[in-house]
């Protein structure tokens, strides 16, 4: 997809309703794959890959690299519901699961992995589209959720490393609170960095004369 990023660490937006979006089927059944197939080219989706084997699921995911990974474990052990949560956890991308039962148990597993849609006994091509959908607007929305939440993390960080270097600057050199951060300030453009940086420098050297 145009304006993709394709580092496979990084979360990717996807769109709905886009036929060029890539979507990968993990199912080992090929009555079950072929219900997903047909209700997703009926949809329009034209890049559909099926991978029937769980073995090198996550190397043959990254080959194929995909927008949407659709999973569907009819009856799933345990081991094989975490390797899937695995799977989900890993490539940051929209997943819906589906399933024949579960418990509450899978159900908020499935939440913690990321699992953008879990679906039991829901297998119906004429729903394909509609689960589709929403699972790429879950996820998208998450993802938009999660980045805001780490902005607002990364802020309150850096707040803290220049809260902490303009109180090292204030007893060191006996000055106010709005000189040391002025201080700050003018290192970092003169020497052309984010203040941040020079905040970390200014507590790594007083540190080393502790």
């Known amino acids: 997809m145009a ?3 394709k580092d496979k660490g990084a979360v990717r937006t996807a769109k709905p309703a ?3 979006v890539k979507i990968a089927i993990v199912d080992e059944s090929p009555i079950r794959a072929a219900i997903i197939e047909e209700g997703l080219r009926e949809a329009g989706y034209a890049q559909v890959y099926r991978l029937a084997e769980m073995s090198n699921l996550l190397q043959r995911i990254y080959e194929i690299d995909p927008d949407v990974i ?3 474990l009819e009856n799933p052990s345990r081991d094989i519901l975490e390797q899937m949560f695995q799977v989900s956890r890993i490539v940051k ?3 819906a ?3 024949d039962q579960s418990d509450s148990a899978s159900i908020q597993a499935s939440v913690d992995a990321g699992v953008s849609a879990y679906i039991v006994d829901g297998l119906k091509k004429e729903r394909i589209k509609y689960i589709l959908d929403t699972c790429i607007s879950r996820f ?3 993802s938009r959720l999660q980045g805001e939440l780490d902005q607002a993390k990364s802020a309150l960080e850096e707040r803290k490393v220049i809260d902490r270097a303009k109180a090292i600057l204030m007893k060191a050199k006996g000055i106010s609170e709005e000189e040391a951060y002025a ?3 003018k290192t970092a453009m003169n ?3 984010k203040i941040t940086e020079i905040a970390q420098s200014v507590i790594t050297a007083a540190e080393m004369f502790k």
């Open 18 to 20: 886009d036929a060029a």
């Open 140 to 142: 998208n929305a998450f």
């Open 93 to 95: 991308r929209p997943v």
């Open 183 to 185: 201080l700050m300030r």
């Open 97 to 99: 699961m589906f399933v």
């Open 3 to 5: 304006g993709v990023n």
């Open 191 to 193: 020497e052309n960095k």
């Open 70 to 72: 659709l999973i569907d």
